[in-house]
């Protein structure tokens, strides 16, 4: 009997998890259907999934912190996100997990060979992208983290459970845009939502002196205002967010069903130069 697993959210339609899905479980040689599914009340939709025999769950806006409620379990990284992206269904229990800040920081080390041990990182944006992306993070050691955003008690709140995780050495510090004036760093994330409006965060090209990679957590946007920002400032290596979701899914598709498949295929496939 085929397996079924499925992504939630609304809209919906623009989802690639479908695809993305159904060229790892060819490549994998697995049995399964990856649809869609249009959501309007998160629990009797989700209910009715597992009553047809769904066996999990990718979960997208608006649903994430809906999913955090309706699981009966939750992962560290599920917890400190305090929003899901991914859940798994045995029996009457439901397993949380947040792969976003695991296929982020995969991408960027392994596939775009950027190392962030030791560097000096900026990410900009406090919300549920960054909450899922603190734990990641502080696991490679960064000399400096610091998390910017317009309302500085979003962003100190956030500098605080970092710097409160145990057996963590790394510096975390927050910041308003006004405050990273003549500060530079070697990565720059953009974890707001001003891409998806076309706009640029409220930051200076100083940031990029010494920046090695510029990335753009939102995908299929081309060149965004934050991205030709950065190019315009000299910054050499340029990357949305495809390779982050891809990444994801991987790690998803990898706690489904016990093998990890290659993504290679996939972010060629799914990706939209950036012009």
């Known amino acids: 009997m085929t397996d079924q697993y499925a992504v939630i959210g609304n809209p919906i339609t623009q989802s690639k998890s479908p695809l993305i899905h159904s060229m790892f479980a060819q490549a994998c040689r697995q049995d399964l259907e990856y649809?869609?599914?249009?959501?309007?009340?998160f629990a009797v939709d989700v209910d009715a999934f597992r009553?047809?025999?769904?066996?999990?769950?990718h979960i997208t806006a608006p649903f994430k912190l809906a999913a955090f409620a309706y699981a009966t379990e939750h992962s560290e990284r599920a917890k400190l996100a305090g929003a899901v992206n991914a859940m798994r269904f045995d029996g009457e229990h439901v397993v949380a997990e947040n792969f976003d800040g695991v296929g982020l920081v995969r991408d960027v080390v392994h596939n775009l060979s950027c190392p962030l041990k030791g560097k000096r990182v900026l990410v900009m944006g406090a919300g549920g992208a960054a909450r899922g992306a603190l734990l990641p993070f502080l696991a490679e050691s960064p000399a400096l983290l610091v998390i910017a955003n317009r309302h500085l008690d979003k962003a100190q709140e956030?500098?605080?459970i970092a710097n409160s995780q145990p057996g963590s050495s790394v510096?975390?510090?927050?910041a308003t845009y006004a405050e990273l004036e003549g500060q530079a760093f070697d990565i720059v994330f953009?974890?707001?939502s001003a891409s998806l409006k076309a706009e640029l965060p409220p930051v200076s090209a100083g940031v990029f002196a010494h920046c090695a990679l510029a990335y753009e957590l939102a995908y299929g946007k081309g060149l965004t205002p934050?991205?030709?920002?950065?190019n315009n400032a000299g910054v050499k290596k340029l990357a949305d967010?495809?390779?982050m979701l891809a990444e994801q899914a991987a790690e998803a598709f990898d706690w489904w069903r016990g093998m990890r498949p290659d993504t290679a295929a996939v972010i060629a496939k799914i990706t939209v130069p950036l012009v």
């Not at 009553?51 to 769950?57: E, I, N, P, Q, S």
């Not at 510096?171 to 927050?174: C, N, R």
């Open 35 to 41: 649809t869609r599914i249009e959501g309007h009340d």
């Open 241 to 243: 967010g495809v390779g």
């Open 171 to 174: 510096l975390v510090k927050s």
């Open 226 to 230: 934050f991205l030709r920002l950065a």
């Open 158 to 160: 956030l500098a605080h």
């Open 51 to 57: 009553a047809r025999g769904g066996r999990g769950l």
């Open 190 to 192: 953009n974890a707001t």
